[in-house]
Structures are given as C-alpha cells and as structure tokens.
C-alpha cells in the first residue's frame, strides 16, 4: 500500500464508489461476496487498492493543511512542488489553540509579543501527494484555506 487503509466508517461513506471501483474490474455483489468468503487475502488487496485510488484523488486536489496544538498552530497551502507554511505559536503557556478560548485569544493577540509567527516554504524532497499525506499522518487536517489566506494576506500588506 502507498498510504493507508481507510477506515470501515470511511468504506461505509464511500459504498457507492467501492461498488463502481469492484464493476470495473467485472466484480458484482455475489462474486465479491465469494472472494470475501474463498479468498479473503485478495479482498484484502482490494480494499487495499482502493484505498489508495481514494488518498490518490484526495491528496492531488489537496490546497490547503490545517494542524492544531495546544500551543502551535500550523497553516499550510501546498503546490506542486512545494508547501509554503505560515506557524503561529503561544508565548503564553496557558493558552490552549484546542479550546475556543484559546482561539479567541489569538484573535485578540494576532499582532503581539505574546505570538510567534515563523513563515516558510519547503520544497517536496519526495513525491508530492506522500509529503502531503506525511503532514496529514503527523496530525493535519484538510482546510478551505480562509485562515492561510486571512492571515498571509495581512502579512503581505
């Protein structure tokens, strides 16, 4: 496998899209029901396929990253090529990025001592979408990008 297996919640939102992928190789319900059954190392590998043709297509379309700490928050857009990142970090200990409050507080705090903000860009030294899917294993999460933008965009001005 490229990257991981998805989950059974994840197979279960994607039912449709498995019964296409399983018609496209000639499988119908009854046959897959007979692998399940007969040769579950092979329905293993589907499953394992699959999987990777879904990150494959999600990770290719992925702009925007997202990854929350208690005391970091880190915002990056990816490109072909590379990822440029923008890094915010609490001075003050106390403050907790996971909470509403905390959020609230950087809000208040966006342009103070009391936050650390590093900006970078790091060129893929691997293939793009497994340097993508690193950050999402690291803990990242796909975004919309409003806050990348919102505060790049501040920056820039």
Known sequence: MKYSRL????????????????ASQSI???????IKENQPEVAEQ?????????????????EYLEHF???HIFLFQCFDTY???????SLVPEV??????????????MFTETIEMKIGKKVFTEERNASVFALIQQGAFLSDGQLYQQINSIIES
């Open 7 to 22: 989950t059974k919640e994840q197979f279960e939102e994607l039912h449709p899209e498995f019964i296409n992928f399983l």
């Open 28 to 34: 119908d319900k009854a046959e897959w029901d007979t």
């Open 46 to 62: 589907e499953l394992d396929v699959f999987s990777d043709l879904i990150w494959e297509g999600v990770l290719t379309k992925a």
């Open 69 to 71: 700490s208690k005391n």
């Open 83 to 89: 990822v440029n990142s923008i890094v915010l970090k």
């Open 96 to 109: 907790d990025f996971l909470t509403k409050d905390g959020l609230q507080w950087l809000s208040d705090n």
